[in-house]
C-alpha cells in the first residue's frame, strides 16, 4: 500500500504545464515558439485509494527511482491580438514492493494535455481562456508468496475549463520575465489551480533558456464513483527549459 500511495501520489505531481506560452517582441506577423522544458516536483497532501485514506508527501528523487518514461512539450503561435498554447505531457511510473507475503508491482501512466486561447491586451498581458483534460490510468497487481493473483486497474478522466492571466516584461536587452496564474473546475474537478514565475535568457533570435518555479493544485473527489479516487494535492517545484522561436 506504501507503494501505490507513492506512485499515485507521484504522477499527479508530475503532470506539468511547466513554462507559459514564451512571448517575443510584438509584431503583426504569425510567431511560432516550440519548447521543451522539465519541472523537479514534490507534492503535499492528502489521496483516497479505494477505502484507505493517507498523507501524500513526494520528493523529487522519489519521481526519477520510478520514473519509466516521460516527455514534456508545449507549442504557441502568436499573432498582434491573439495567441493560442497547446501544452501535453505523458508520464509512466511502475515499481515494485516486496512484503512478507504479498508482492506489490504498480505501473501509473498519466495524460494531461491543455489548449488555451489568449487575448493579448497589450505587449505585457493576456488574458486566457480554455481547457484542461487529465486521464490517470493505475493497474495494480497483487502476487501472494504461497500462491494467488490479483490484478486492480483504475481509469479516471477529468476534464475542466479553466480562466486566466500572463505577464510578460523585458527587465534587459536579453532578459524576459514571464508569470501566469490560471483557476478551473467544476466540470471533473472540484478545483484546479496553478502559479508560475519563469525568467528568461534571450540566446539567439530563435532560442531562449529558462528557469523558474511553478505550483500546481488538483481537488478531486470520485470516491462515490466507480474509480473510488480522491485526492487534494498541491505540486510544486523549480523549472527548466528550451524554446525555439520561428
Known amino acids: 500500500m506504501k507503494l501505490q500511495r507513492s506512485l499515485v501520489g507521484i504522477t499527479l505531481c ?37 477505502p484507505v485514506e493517507s498523507s ?57 494535455f491543455q489548449a488555451d486561447a489568449a487575448w493579448r491586451m497589450n505587449e505585457n498581458v493576456e488574458l486566457l481562456f480554455g481547457a484542461r483534460y487529465v486521464r490517470l490510468q493505475t493497474t495494480l497487481k497483487l502476487s501472494g508468496v504461497l500462491g494467488g493473483e490479483a490484478r486492480l486497474e483504475n481509469d479516471a478522466t477529468f476534464i475542466d475549463p479553466i480562466v486566466g492571466a500572463r505577464f510578460f516584461g523585458a527587465p534587459g536587452e536579453k532578459l524576459r520575465l514571464q508569470a501566469q496564474a490560471d483557476i478551473g473546475g467544476g466540470a471533473g474537478m472540484d478545483l484546479t489551480w496553478q502559479a508560475m514565475f519563469n525568467l528568461g535568457y534571450q540566446a539567439t533570435d530563435r532560442v531562449s533558456l529558462w528557469l523558474g518555479y511553478r505550483a500546481l493544485s488538483m481537488d478531486f473527489d470520485d470516491s462515490g464513483g466507480r474509480n473510488l479516487f480522491s485526492a487534494d494535492l498541491l505540486s510544486h517545484g523549480p523549472l527548466v527549459g528550451a524554446a525555439l522561436h520561428f
Open 14 to 50: 508530475l503532470a506539468a504545464f511547466a513554462l507559459p506560452g514564451i512571448a517575443v517582441a510584438q509584431s503583426a506577423d504569425w510567431q511560432n515558439t516550440f519548447v521543451l522544458y522539465g519541472w523537479g516536483t514534490n507534492i503535499d497532501g492528502d489521496m483516497t485509494v479505494g
Open 56 to 112: 501524500a508527501s513526494v520528493d523529487f528523487d522519489q519521481i526519477l527511482d520510478s520514473l519509466e518514461l516521460a516527455a514534456m512539450a508545449r507549442y504557441r503561435g502568436q499573432g498582434e491580438r491573439w495567441a493560442f498554447v497547446v501544452d501535453g505531457i505523458f508520464a509512466g511510473l511502475g515499481g515494485t514492493h516486496e512484503g512478507t507475503l504479498v508482492e506489490e508491482d504498480l505501473d501509473f501512466d498519466e495524460i494531461i
